[in-house]
């Protein structure tokens, strides 16, 4: 347990100010120990991956920040398939590289996919047509208050970047997943798939000092018929490379992704991010939401369906 340790270093915004308190359990007795310490100290928790879709307060965080450090991840034969377990600080490609190096197949199709399993996890990473609840069999839950828990894929009430998870705090502990046992050809394939997979997002996304997506694509309710795709409508307005708040910058790569600049604020991002929900609104009547997570926020700093109008 650490004190006042600087969360920019850790997100990829590179944005933000420090945690009060500040752990990296490896073990599920050390995360114990510290949700423990957090409840007889009165501290709210909150968990951090690889801070690929996060933004930090510049006031930093109170409380703790949980960023878990287990790694480990294993593989065993089913009959029903290849279950591979990885624990929830086990980065994406890494657990993507162990899966293909054993013949196990399907997660290929989140390569190059930053941050962590515990990120993904929360908010059923996808990429086009997939999403990791497709092969997500079970998880090793965490409550704040301690108790662990084994629960199925249906628990977590997954949907398009959501999942129980933005309602109730719950620290992912470890997943698995049910992947499909590959011959030498598929094997080959799935790597090759793979790699294109991550040359083509090299090609088409920022590589750094971004959360990827900014806003979640619109649901067909808040559509109400037209293109759900928020870049669509960010492009129409032509934003690429151009509008920027300070040192916070829409990336000329990608309508839907905002850079940060050396020295920029996380008040930058919210004030460009802001900007942007304006112009969508004004121009298209939609209110876009943001896909990227808030953390030592006092309050929701963006605008809403029913705060954009004001
Ligand atoms: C260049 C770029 C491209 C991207 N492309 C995609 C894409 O194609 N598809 C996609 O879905 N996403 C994409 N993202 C977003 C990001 O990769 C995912 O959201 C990723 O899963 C975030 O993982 P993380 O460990 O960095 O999570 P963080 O940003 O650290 O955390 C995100 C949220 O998950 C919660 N969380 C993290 N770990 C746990 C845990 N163990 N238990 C409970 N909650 C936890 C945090 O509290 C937070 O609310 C992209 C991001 C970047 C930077």
């Known amino acids: 347990m650490r004190n006042d340790i600087p969360l920019a270093p850790l997100n990829w915004f590179k944005t933000g100010g420090n945690a009060e308190f500040f752990s990296e359990p490896q073990t599920l007795e050390d995360a114990l120990s510290d949700l423990a310490f957090a409840k007889k100290e009165g501290l709210e928790v909150n968990v951090l991956g690889e801070g690929a879709n996060t933004l930090v307060s510049d006031s930093g965080c ?7 450090a287990n790694k480990e991840i294993a593989l065993c034969e089913r009959p029903e398939g290849l279950v591979l377990e990885a624990g929830c600080g086990a980065n994406m490609q890494d657990v993507i590289d162990y899966a293909l190096n054993n013949r ?19 908010i059923n990473a996808h990429f086009f047509e997939f999403f990791l609840a497709d092969f997500l069999l079970s998880a090793k839950v965490i409550s704040l208050d301690g108790s662990v828990q084994e629960v199925g894929k249906d628990w977590f009430e997954y949907g398009y ?16 997943f049910l992947l499909k046992p590959g011959g030498e050809f598929e094997t080959a394939f799935a790597k090759g798939r793979a790699y294109e997979i991550i040359r083509q997002r090299s090609r088409r996304y920022p590589k750094e000092r971004t959360c990827g997506s900014f806003f979640r694509n619109f649901l067909p309710e808040e559509a109400q018929g037209k293109v759900a795709s928020v870049a669509f409508y960010l ?12 040192q916070a910058i829409v990336s000329r790569k990608h309508a839907n992704m905002l850079e940060t600049k050396e020295g920029a604020t996380s008040a930058d991002v ?9 112009l969508v609104y004004k ?12 953390l030592g ?8 369906k029913d705060t954009i109008d004001g």
Not at 62 to 68: A, D, N, S, T
Not at 161 to 176: A, G, I
Not at 283 to 294: A, D, H, K, S, Y
Request: aromatic letters at 10%.
């Open 270 to 278: 919210v004030c460009l991010a802001r900007e942007m929900q304006k």
């Open 161 to 176: 970047d959501v999942s129980r998870l933005h309602r109730e705090k719950w620290l992912v502990w470890s997943v698995k």
């Open 104 to 122: 196990a197949l399907g997660l290929e199709e989140f390569a190059g996919l930053p941050g962590t399993i515990g990120g993904a996890a929360f």
């Open 297 to 304: 926020f006092p309050s929701f700093p963006l605008y809403t």
């Open 235 to 246: 492009d129409k307005i032509g934003v690429k490379g151009t509008l920027s708040c300070g």
């Open 62 to 68: 109170k409380g703790l920040v949980l960023r878990p």
């Open 283 to 294: 121009n298209f009547g939609l209110t876009p939401v943001p896909e990227c997570r808030f």
